[in-house]
């Protein structure tokens, strides 16, 4: 998957509790964007960034919050976990070039809140 | 913000018929827009995308279509076969910024 390390892969923890997942790329690309996966709701955009500490908020980002400190690590932190963010995470990569704005997904990380 | 709708949600086809997928965005400034094709439990993945310069793009079996004007662009896909069955996402961005996905059609080749 193009070069993105998403983990983990499954977790399930209880409401209430803080979660952090993390995604690792080996492409240098600029930008990393975190999406989550729900049926019904296709793919909705949680928070991206553009750089070395520069984040913005997407469609869905209450509740949630991102750092990144390095180019090649995003990470997305549920500071207090509820059951309605049991979801399908998806980490994405693109070199934010306009004339190559393709997009590459990971595989994915299954959050189940209990 | 841009809004992206996709119909069918569901389509089912025979094997060697043709499948469209359809989608309408919101935002006129939109000039960007991506086919993504989801297996079952692993991440989307890029098929097809045109950029508005453009009205049509092909790739063997597949094509995309844009009308800028009324603001859709459809998924053709030609001959298909059982390994096109999937989940296929259409999306609209400014510049690939931020892309806005459609719900996804599940498209099932029988």
């Known amino acids: 998957d193009a070069g993105i390390t998403q983990s983990p892969r499954h977790k399930v923890t209880e409401t209430g509790t803080p979660v952090t997942l993390r995604c690792h790329q080996t492409?240098?690309?600029?930008?990393m964007y975190w999406y989550r996966q729900d049926p019904g709701h296709g793919l909705r955009l949680i928070h991206y960034s553009y750089g070395v500490k520069d984040t913005d908020k997407g469609e869905v980002s209450d509740g949630y919050s991102v750092s990144r400190s390095k180019t090649e690590d995003f990470l997305l932190t549920l500071e207090s976990a509820t059951s309605s963010q049991t979801s399908v995470y998806f980490c994405?990569?693109?070199?934010?070039?306009?004339?190559?704005?393709?997009?590459?997904f990971g595989s994915g990380t299954q959050l189940s809140v209990l | 913000g841009e809004n992206v709708e996709q119909h069918p949600s569901t389509l089912s086809v025979q094997e060697g018929d043709s499948a469209v997928i359809k989608c309408t965005y919101s935002d006129s400034a939109s000039n960007y827009f991506p086919w993504y094709k989801q297996e079952l439990g692993k991440g989307p993945q890029l098929i097809i995308d045109i950029r508005s310069n453009v009205g049509e793009k092909k790739d063997q079996r597949i094509a995309v279509t844009l009308n800028k004007t009324a603001k859709h662009f459809s998924l053709h896909i030609t001959e298909t076969q059982p390994e096109d069955s999937a989940v296929y996402f259409c999306a609209a961005s400014i510049d690939g910024y931020a892309l806005n996905f459609g719900k996804g059609t599940s498209l099932l080749v029988t």
């Open positions: 994405a990569i693109s070199e934010g070039n306009p004339t190559n704005e393709k997009l590459f």
């Open positions: 492409e240098n690309h600029r930008y």
